[in-house]
């Protein structure tokens, strides 16, 4: 069963950073793309960023590009997402999901999901 267990989440000034782990179980990591979602109070689930773990390619949304870093720990079967220089805009429940095969930005091409965590950046 695959399991995805969300962490790190918490409230933060704006200009603030935060780290997001996303802990794997019950599949095999190599085969798979991790990606990171957010989504917002009236908002749809946005893709931010997604990283294949065989060879590490990247995708990063515009609204995250150079202050978001993703990256993979493959002997803890984890994915981070690095936050840095946080805005008010970036406020959502943080989601991680795994999807066989590579990179994707779209939540429909994802069949795993975790349950979640929230980041706040205040004013």
């Known amino acids: 069963e695959v399991q995805l267990v969300e962490s790190g989440g918490g409230l933060v000034q704006a200009g603030g950073s935060l780290r997001l782990s996303c802990a794997a179980s019950?599949?095999?990591?190599?085969?798979?793309?991790i990606g990171w979602f957010r989504q917002a109070p009236g908002k749809e689930r946005e893709g931010v960023s997604c990283?294949?773990?065989?060879?590490?390619?990247?995708y990063y949304a515009d609204s995250v590009k150079g202050r978001f870093t993703i990256s993979s720990d493959d002997a803890k079967n984890t994915v981070y997402l690095q936050m840095n220089n946080l805005r008010p805009e970036d406020t959502a429940v943080y989601y991680c999901?795994?999807?066989?095969?590579?990179?994707?930005?779209?939540?429909?091409?994802?069949?795993?999901w975790g349950q979640g965590t929230q980041v706040t950046a205040s004013s």
């Open positions: 990283i294949s773990i065989s060879d590490g390619s990247k």
């Open positions: 999901a795994a999807r066989v095969g590579g990179l994707a930005a779209d939540p429909v091409d994802f069949g795993s």
């Open positions: 019950g599949f095999t990591f190599d085969d798979y793309a």
